[in-house]
């Protein structure tokens, strides 16, 4: 079985300043990880994903996530926010092994000040 | 990647009554999937639905609330019978293609039940 935990329901930063979202999973397999970005009122897009390359992943708009597995960890991070970036955040995680079914966490929702 | 037309986008419902949601793939797909997202929350897995075979509910969901048909590799319905306005949620597609992990999904169906 797996799961994947959002530490932070909400996280609010100033526009300019670092970003960073954690999460952290649990897998019986080697898993594959994402995250997904959902903006008010629209669909999910894919921010950025690992499965099993490096651990150092680059996304768009910025983002960027590093795999952790002594950790268990996949935390999301951009250098500086901007205003565009508000929007709710989901990490999730498949096994590739099974079923490939996607589990979600519950969501961090990003809200950036000017 | 899988392009994914999800009808309709949105409807509003009288309690009591069904509504049917279309997905369409624009590839052929093993594995689809249902979510439901109620207002502010993450993303539930209703059910697999894989061509061939009687879809599998998570715990929660029951086939006779919630009738999946899959009746090819490009399209599957969900119903939502019997609607009550603790049915008004987000309901999503969602495939895996092939052997990579990613999942795609639809732009969603916003129900909302009266």
């Known amino acids: 079985a797996q799961s994947v935990t959002q530490l932070d329901s909400h996280v609010s930063v100033s526009e300019g300043t670092p970003v960073l979202l954690r999460c952290n999973y649990s897998?019986?397999?080697?898993?594959?990880l994402f995250w997904y970005v959902q903006h008010p009122n629209k669909g999910l897009q894919l921010l950025l994903k690992?499965?099993?390359?490096?651990?150092l992943v680059k996304g768009i708009n910025g983002f960027e996530a590093e795999f952790k597995k002594s950790e268990t960890s996949f935390h999301l991070t951009k250098p500086s926010a901007h205003m565009s970036d508000a929007a709710e955040y989901f990490c999730?995680?498949?096994?590739?092994?099974?079923?490939?079914?996607?589990?979600f966490g519950r969501g961090t929702s990003l809200i950036v000040h000017p | 990647s899988a392009v994914i037309s999800q009808k309709p986008s949105r409807d509003i419902c009288q309690r009591g009554t069904s509504l049917t949601i279309q997905c369409q793939v624009d590839s052929q797909v093993t594995m689809m999937f249902w979510y439901r997202q109620q207002p502010g929350q993450s993303l539930t897995l209703i059910a697999t639905a894989n061509q061939g075979s009687e879809a599998t509910y998570e715990s929660g969901f029951v086939i006779d609330k919630f009738p999946i048909s899959r009746p090819n590799l490009t399209f599957s319905t969900l119903t939502v019978s019997n609607m009550s306005p603790e049915d008004s949620s987000i309901y999503l597609c969602?495939?895996?293609?092939?052997?990579?992990?990613?999942?795609?999904f639809g732009q969603g169906t916003r129900l909302t039940v009266v």
């Open positions: 999730v995680v498949s096994v590739p092994w099974g079923s490939y079914i996607p589990t």
């Open positions: 690992y499965t099993s390359a490096a651990t």
């Open positions: 969602s495939v895996v293609e092939g052997g990579d992990t990613e999942a795609f």
């Open positions: 897998s019986s397999y080697s898993p594959s």
